[in-house]
């Protein structure tokens, strides 16, 4: 008796549906919730006993549009992010990334292949002004339709009151812009990470009572007081000179690391003076000998101490000397990491009595590796005040890269490498989807520069159209997006030669695929014109590389993915991998398949395989889904 064959998967032509995963965690937690599949609000709120809050008499917190706000998060979109090669700098080896597109769009894309991964999102969205947005959300409505929602004119357009109420569409428009794009960022924040979202008064009151909502009010880490500029804009007889930058952690589990501290005491002495010892283990639980082998390995330790606290010298190399084998472990007793290579060991001082390494023995008996480190910390204060984050700062900085007068208040490098040194360390991923000036990538690449670590940051950028009569139009440049790139390249150039400093480009555009859309006639010569329309699954004038980069996306791979041409087959062949998930899958785009090469591959049941449905006679499909995870455009 043989298995059946599996059916063939088809690949997703849509961001997913927020609605129908929500239920699904429902359905997963409360089964019993649920009646002919469908929600039971009464079951529910039995379940849960008194946790439900009912009535009129309780705090809510709501705008007109806040429910159009909340369709258009949940709707899914059928975008594509599509590679830009033109406009990258080292896109194979580059682990940056940079989109040009609207970002809600773009969150949705990203959704798969993010959640649950990045460590800090830091914003700066555009402060509210009193102007409609440039965001094309169909909820960001002129004044008509927000004085219709508010019931202030009917159908008609007739005004049902004396005294039409306008000021709260400038609050309304600018809420109902950030909650989707909030609401995204919350799902794609790590269990211990943390975001940032820059503010000045027009809206802080509103902003922070939306992220208490999304995040959690146990959540808020802290309203931290920027001092943005030293001399001030006066406004009702003070001068104002501080922004506000808002925190919020994922869970009331994450922690902020500490700052160093010119002065600070540390608690262990030498002969070069006070130290802290830094456990060498990555401490971090989403780096480990699974997915950085190369940071696996074993330290050796001389059973000889060194001095009255206990230390001893260490080897990469067992000798009769250095005996005691130590390997990364967690606290759980599972292979972890180093935070150093082994070339940057070898290359560290490790055996004299200044050693920058050394070993220590536990409690329990085992040794533990630690470097010396003399950088005294201090816990980060909700008063930034120092010369490095006032916004002049930016301007000088963009002035150096010969951007100066092309942006307007950019901000400066020092604020955001403080936000980056309490939240992040190495491997971890950064979002920033108000790209602006560029500052978040810049300063990443710095920082990285700095401790040799391997941060990755992600920047959106819309690419809105700046006014002719703005010093950056008539220096040459069209939208923001393409001024960002500029400031990203010329960091780029400053920062280093190194190749992992380079940045992917991609823009947001429609899908490669075609959608069936249905006919508008029932009739046999209707259906058949749209099945032959329908025979190409793929939109006129694709590009491999275009239509590759979808289906990784639609698959949850993340845009540092490698993508080789398999040498071997006569058919053109690809093997997508996902580095940071050790995932991958072979993709074949042609119109008919070839047996031959497709026997080359080797393919087991563990391997995908992602081809045309088209391309498919029913014996081959039959075959490869015996042999293989068989997915289909």
Known sequence: MTDKPAARE????LSPDLRAETLARLRAAVPEAFSEGQLDLD???ALVGGAVEAGDERYTFSWAGRREAMAMLQAPTAATLRPDRANSVNFDTAQHVFIEGENLEVLKVLYRSYFGRVKLIYIDPPYNTGNDFIYPDDFADPLDHYLRITGQKNGNGDYLTSMPDRSGRIHSAWLSMMYPRLVLARQMLREDGFIFVSSDDNEFQN??????????EEN????IIIQSNKRGQTYKDIAKTHEYLLA???????????????DGALP????NGHFDLWELRNRNPKFGKFNRPNLFFPIYVSQVLTDDLGYSKISLEKTNQFTIEVFPRNSEGGDSCWRWSSGKIANTDITSGDAVLVARRRRDGDWNVYEKSRKQTTAPKSIWDSVDVINEQGTMELAKLGLSGLFDHPKPLGLLDKILRITTEDGDIILDFFAGSGTTLHAVMALNLEEGASRQVISVQLPELISPEHPARRAGYRNVAELCRARIKKAIAVVGADPNSGVRSFKLGPSTTRRWSG????????YLAQMEVFADALTPGWQPEDVIWEVALRDGYSLNSKIEELPTTASKIWRVTDPERMQSFVICLETAINREDVAKLGLTREDIFVCLDAALNDTLASNLALQCRLKVL
């Open 207 to 216: 902003l922070r009572r939306m992220m208490d909502e999304i995040f959690g």
């Open 268 to 271: 262990f002495e030498d002969k």
């Open 10 to 13: 088809r690949i997703a032509d």
């Open 220 to 223: 808020f880490a802290s309203t």
């Open 519 to 526: 006919i508008a006639e029932k009739e046999a010569d209707s």
């Open 43 to 45: 079951r529910l709120k």
């Open 248 to 262: 919020y952690s994922r869970t009331d589990t994450a922690h902020l690391f500490q700052l160093p501290k010119a």
